[in-house]
DNA sequence: CGCACAGCTTCTGGATCCAAAAGCCCGGAC
DNA sequence: GTCCGGGCTTTTGGATCCAGAAGCTGTGCG
């Protein structure tokens, strides 16, 4: 497990390592309509990486200069992060990134459980051929990709794709959400023992394609209920007693 | 039906009822300790109420001189209203209050109706008397309000004493979100002809009090369905072809 | 008479500057 | 030696200012 694994509940310091970030930045410094949304997606790819860990604190000062921006649009994508639950403010006392309690992970497992297999359901009425000739392709692809924020972007597009055909925008975005509060933590479990992960995908689509919702609805079901355990053996293991509230000082 | 009832589809250019939004900026001029937090409450209740229609341009000037601050915290409010999902930003020109097409009504519903049944289940497990007689103060004082945001705000305060026995923050929270998406509409229902409604709190109440989880969720679920209905009226009457986008000219 | 191009206006988005509040540290007193 | 209070520093949040882009309008040409 490389330093990706979060050391969360400490970090709450001015430990916020400026040189990655702005290897973050330089990734995505090519055309954006605005900077705030550029600011944006940098920071949510740090949250999700690990590079900014749970816990730790966001000085607006200290982005805006580690990514070469001015501190507006800097606050402009915290207020959007905090929107998404990724970062809470903290009064006069500036932005943190949000810890996940093992309670809000099953939460949210529980309800993506009832959302997605919703999806799947309706998904499935519409399925075509041409639809899972392309769930392979993205499939592969999520398989193939290794690194961070990637890995996470590949699983998302699988996945849309997949409920693509429902035709519930309102739904996919549901989803959505609830899928960015635990990225961070299914990186986690793919760096630390995501082995047998590959078949998840391939076993999905055989049942899609079989077209049997209710083994279809338990191969998602089984699927989600391991990354789950998976994610809250990560999160039990790393931070004991640690809730939504940052570990700040008083 | 008085002028709450919105004008809709048009409205795009600089009709913005300024006195109106003064007036409900003078309702919340009380004590915020940040200015961005207040511009978010009264452009959120200026949505809800219907002062600021669907398909509304909001000027980021006008907004600012109307409720009697700078620029600068009105951007904060409208990304935060972006978040959640009440307007739009169109690339270069600005934000636009959002409509909500038929589709997505009957997709908030439906999505609704999953969580909400799952709330009340997980409620009712953790249900005591206390709940049970705090549900029927909070029922009755939802009946007494009659005028815009307290209406909403009475109702939400309701479901969430409902569903705060089961001890599921997050997905109260999705339950919110979808609820505001559609808060708007339920006021044009209420004030249209929403007369029955005082019912369907006691009926709630009792079904949750007699302890069977299958008739409350029956309960639940036509309540649901009677009130999506009279939405689906509202939003087909006033605007037949109009989807989220906003008819702007071109 | 209609269409197209150019200039003007207007609005958003960004940067720099300023004030206020909260935390931190040091000194003094008990 | 410890605890309380006051001043200092840091950092957020707000206001004013500036630049760039998109739309509108007026005029000229076909």
């Known amino acids: 497990m490389s330093e990706l694994t979060v050391p969360a509940g400490r970090a709450s310091g001015a430990g916020l390592d400026a040189a990655a970030l702005q290897q973050l930045a330089g990734k995505h410094q090519t055309g954006y309509r605005s900077v705030g949304v550029m600011v944006y997606d940098i920071l949510k790819d740090a949250i999700l990486t690990g590079t900014l860990p749970p816990g730790q604190r966001l000085r607006q000062e200290t982005l805006a200069e580690s990514i070469g921006v001015s501190r507006l649009p800097v606050r402009s994508a915290l207020i959007q992060l905090e929107a998404d639950g990724l970062v809470e403010f903290h009064e006069r006392r500036g932005a943190v990134v949000k810890s996940l309690s093992a309670d809000q992970a099953r939460e949210v497992y529980g309800i993506r459980t009832l959302l997605e297999v919703e999806a799947l359901r309706l998904s499935m009425a519409e399925m075509t051929p041409e639809r899972i000739a392309r769930l392979r392709e993205l499939g592969r692809t999520a398989d193939a990709e290794e ?62 394609e079989g077209g049997d919702v209710e083994h279809a609805s338990g191969v998602l079901r089984s699927h989600l209920e391991r990354v789950r355990d998976a994610v809250l053996e990560l999160l039990v293991a790393g931070e004991p007693g640690a809730t939504a509230g940052a570990p700040l000082r008083h």
């Open 147 to 208: 690194e961070g924020a990637d890995f996470v972007d590949a699983r998302t597009e699988f996945y849309a794709e997949l409920y693509d055909a429902a035709h519930r925008p309102v739904l996919w975005e549901m989803i959505e959400q609830l899928r960015l509060k635990v990225g961070r933590y299914v990186l986690g479990w793919r760096l630390v023992g995501g082995a047998e992960h590959g078949h998840s995908h391939e076993e999905l689509i055989a049942a899609v």
